[in-house]
């Protein structure tokens, strides 16, 4: 049975975690779901000679005092601990059978981490339960006008296809939203490649709407399909936008028992409108 028992909120106090609160106490609200808040120090250089104890004590208390009427209707867990952020997140999520991460994307960082942030990127890359991000999360809206009518369950047909689908089906049902299954098909960018493969590409979505009918045969689906030409992060974008979804649903392969998001993930996470959750 579906369930979302345990949220994983890591907090930098920054403003857009302050957005990303009320996308976890609506969840979590909804799911009957504990919530667990982490503060990770990182070891640095002792800020304006304070004892790195003393600094931890105070970023524990902050934590508290921020966050203690946030949650007024979840059972409330609260966590500090030093050192790496993105692996004591990950290790907190084993240790305490998270089932869902729920953490903004920052603009901090260089390469795979860019516009993600290097934690955001790495507990992404590593974590085995499904991890929900967002973007321009200082702008949420109350918690009030949270919801999700409207998800896009973006496939590329792998292996982890029937796992995105059964995944968005049971959180749909959740909340009776509505679901559209979202594809890019392989493209080419420049004009004569274009006009010299058009049925070539058309062939190519022929095939990829019938392998997406057997997914959603497979995973008792049979949502609408929208299918476009080119790269997966604008494609799922724009028909995330005209769809006016609420979240999207995408994928990260298996890898010696760790979720591993594909490198087009980080760009589809970047450039998404709505908030993605990868499983």
């Avoid at 057997?214 to 799922?236: F, I, N, R, Y």
């Amino acid at each position: 049975m579906f369930a979302i028992k345990k949220i994983l909120f890591p907090v930098d106090f920054s403003d857009r975690c302050q957005g990303a609160a009320r996308y976890v106490e609506a969840i979590a609200a909804r799911f009957k779901a504990e919530v667990h808040l982490l503060h990770v120090v990182e070891p640095l250089p002792e800020p304006a000679g304070i004892p790195i104890s003393e600094w931890v004590e105070s970023r524990r208390e902050s934590l508290e005092r921020q966050y203690k009427d946030e949650f007024p209707f979840v059972k409330l867990v609260q966590a500090t601990s030093l050192g790496d952020p993105a692996y004591h997140i990950i290790e907190y999520a084993n240790q305490h059978g998270i089932d869902l991460i729920m953490m903004p994307t920052h603009g901090w960082g260089p390469y795979r981490r860019f516009l993600l942030g290097s934690v955001t990127a790495k507990v992404l890359h590593d974590a085995k339960c499904p991890v929900w991000t967002g973007v321009h999360l200082e702008q949420a809206p109350p918690i009030e006008e949270i919801a999700f009518r409207k998800l896009v369950a973006a496939v590329d047909l792998g292996a982890h296809s029937g796992a995105i689908l059964s995944w968005t089906k049971a959180f749909a049902e959740e909340y009776g939203g509505e679901v559209v299954v979202a594809h890019a098909v392989p493209g080419f960018d420049t004009k004569p490649e274009i006009d010299m493969d058009q049925e070539f590409s058309s062939e190519l979505a022929r095939r990829a709407k019938e392998e997406l009918a057997k997914v959603q045969a497979g995973s008792g689906t049979a949502w609408p399909m929208e299918l476009a030409s080119g790269d997966p992060a604008h494609v799922l974008g724009s028909i995330a936008k005209q769809f006016g979804a609420d979240l999207m649903v995408i994928g990260r392969s298996e890898l010696h028992g760790l979720g591993r998001l594909r490198a087009s993930g980080y760009s589809i996470i970047r450039n998404a409108p709505c908030p993605v959750i990868s499983v």
